[in-house]
């Protein structure tokens, strides 16, 4: 059973992070967008996004439960050591959650818009870079599990977030949802504004690029135990080569505009890579100076995994045909025209 | 201020804050589905023109209930990590269903909102009921996993140790029907009557006077159900807790020494060092009866636990007379309304109207106030017996800062959200009805 709840775990996360991550870099790609190109580009998240917007965010709620539920010992440290940045990544998802029904529900479309726009655009940008680095510190091996007197309110409470290595991998999250989204949007514009997007995509991509490369440069010099795990790992070699090999047919997809399989290839390229750290990962979640926390030891005992298990196979019968339905009804999927 | 006050102030903030979005997000919809059903069967304009406003309510409703409640979710953890390192597997239960619910809910509003005119008439209008059944849903859950911090089960307990946990039983703990009954009705109830105020203002105004009759009957016909049932229930809860936390009652009651045949205080003010309630009514043995049934029962006072378990005695008292005193009102107001149903003329009278703008706040003030009689009458536990609540905070300083940064950002959206409904009245007003 514990393998059922660890596959809604990885479920959850690659799905959070495919749609909500979309969904935080559309407003990251209105932000950087000339006047005209934000104007379009908002009435295009609208469209695309909105029918299926909440539902993209409840994955991280269904990934937090799971968590307290499933692996209460690990969720401990996390919230006690990580709590500022979280209480940061709440805060960006407050403001851009409301700033969006602000914006699209607001009975007058008047000058409050700006506010709104600027709320939602700067909250996209930001949430991710902080849900990064908190992914960043669980691996960054700072966190300091058992603190002596030594130890100050920074280095137990902001250090572990705060540092370069979690800064990389904030700003490398923060471009693949901006990739994700401009490989989205590609497939949602009419002929004159796709080139805008197109232009969005490669950069947006070469930015994933660079930025994976600081992530590993650096974790590797400085002899971080993900990172040369990570690099040593033939599973993680193979499934990063896939992923990369994939930008050959994805730009010439892009460039042909297919949007089907742009979105794809992307996603998969992203799964990859996702997949790639979670097998390192695996089952030391949590990498900290002191030691790591493993995920199946610090598991809750056995009848309430399954029970966890059981409710999450129910709950999914019932949630993703539904979601599904939702998804084929706005042509949100657009592989399933076909079908 | 400390650690731990901070914590809980911000703890108390932000729950009171979600409750009410929760509440609205939990009823409008079923407000929202009459008004889209009358539409189906009328064709008349005006219940087409009231479903989609009200439609938009939910959504903005919605969305601040979601995004509070998902702070609310990390929240637990954040500042209660003990806490949740052992009730979080026992209490998972509700919460993952919980999550279910909310799902098909986000589900079933997507095809709401973006359905009109996309889907089937009878399966549009059918995925409205499905949000207002799942919010229901949703709201009884949590209540439940707050039911078992008042009455922990579905484990056994020695040496700070937790183990043979049993999460079926945990979801069905002693205390989950009746605070389940209990809030579902007072959701109802609060937002019933803030409903039918706002509308009820329009009218005495005279704008669309008949659009805002047609929806102040919908929201005050719940209402009125919901508020004449809600003292019973409250009856029930009471005769609950009497069993179960008699510290609570006592402290509700402010009922300081053990009796036989125990008389009801009614308002007082309490003086906690001198164990004196000055300015009160007093019913000769009422208490005995309301909380066992019988006028010579044996009450327990707070002077039979240690000092070290009494929970804050004024707050306590003050706010369940708070609740009671609405309660009672609103019921009275419930049955009036039925009453005006017979009699026309009290229509066109402004002080009808009047009074239905007077009473639009009361509901959720009593809601409130119930939550706090609830939540500070079980401290110094944060479960029941226990585990207390100094124990279970988040080794974190500072919590001050966060609990200002909380307050400071709810009160701007709260200011933000009403301005929204404000001017989400004023388009209503101003636009035809085609
Ligand atoms: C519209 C709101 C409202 C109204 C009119 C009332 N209540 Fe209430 N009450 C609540 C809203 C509420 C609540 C906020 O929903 C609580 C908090 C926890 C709960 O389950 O319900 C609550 C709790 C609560 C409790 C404590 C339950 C516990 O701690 O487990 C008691 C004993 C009562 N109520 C009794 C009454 C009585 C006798 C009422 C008679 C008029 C009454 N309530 C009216
Ligand atoms: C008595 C107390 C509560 C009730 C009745 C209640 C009810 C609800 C309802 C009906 C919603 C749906 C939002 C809407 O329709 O506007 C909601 C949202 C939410 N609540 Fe609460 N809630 C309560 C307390 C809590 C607590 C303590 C938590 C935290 C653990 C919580 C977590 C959530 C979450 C995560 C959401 C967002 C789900 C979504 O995205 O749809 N709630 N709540
Ligand atoms: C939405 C309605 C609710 C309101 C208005 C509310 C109100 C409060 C208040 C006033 C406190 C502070 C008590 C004190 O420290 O003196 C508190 C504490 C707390 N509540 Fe609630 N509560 C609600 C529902 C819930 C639910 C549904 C849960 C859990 C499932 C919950 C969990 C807690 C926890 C963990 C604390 C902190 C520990 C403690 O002070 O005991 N509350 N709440």
Redesign the interface.
Known sequence: MIYVVLSFLMISLLLYVLLAGADFGAGIIELFSSRKGRDTTKKTIYRVIGPVWEANHIWIIIIVVILWVGFPEFYNVITVYLHIPLTLVLLGITLRGVSFVFRHYDAFKDKSQILYDWMFRLSSLITPIFLGMTFGSMISGEIILNPDETDTFYSIFIGPWLNWFSIFVGLFFASLCTFLASVLLIGESNKNEHQRYVLKARIANITVIVMGFLVLAFGYFNNLKFITNFIKSPYAIVLVGLSALLIFPLTHSIKKATRIKSRFLAGVQVVLILLAAIITHYPNLLITSDGTVNLVETASTPKVIQVLGISLIVGGAVILPGLFHLMKSFKMIKILEKL | MDNLDAARLQMAFTLMFHIVFACIGMVMPFFMIIAHRKWLKTRNPIYLKLTKSWQ?GV??F???G??????L??????LW??F???A???I??P???E??A???E??????Y???WD??SEKFHWFTGIIVGVSGVASGILVVSANGWMNAPSGFDYANGVF?N????KALLNPAWFTQALHMTLAAFTATGFAVAGIHAFQILKNRQVELHKKAFKIAITFAAIAAILQPLSGDLSAKDIAKRQPVKLAAMEAHYDTTKGAPLYIGGIVDDETQNVSYKIKIPKALSFLAFGDFNAEVKGLNDFPEDVHPNVPIVHYAFQIMVGIGTLLMIVGILFFISLKRKSWWQNNKFWLLFIVLAPMGFIALEAGWVVTEVGRQPWIIHNIMRTKDAV?????MVF?FY?YVI?YSI?AI?VTW?MA??I???NNSKIA
Do not use: C, N, W
Request: hydrophobic fraction near 50%; charged fraction near 10%; proline fraction near 7%.
């Open positions: 938009k959504a903005i919605f969305v601040t979601a995004v509070s409640g998902t702070a979710s990390f929240e637990l953890g954040l990590p003990e949740m390192k052992h979080g597997p026992i998972g239960m919460f993952s269903l999550g279910a909310f799902f098909v986000a589900i079933a509003l997507g095809f909102l973006y359905g996309k889907i183990s946990i049993d999460p079926v988040t080794p974190m300083p500072g966060s940064m950002l959206l933000a929204l001017r989400q004023k388009s209503l």
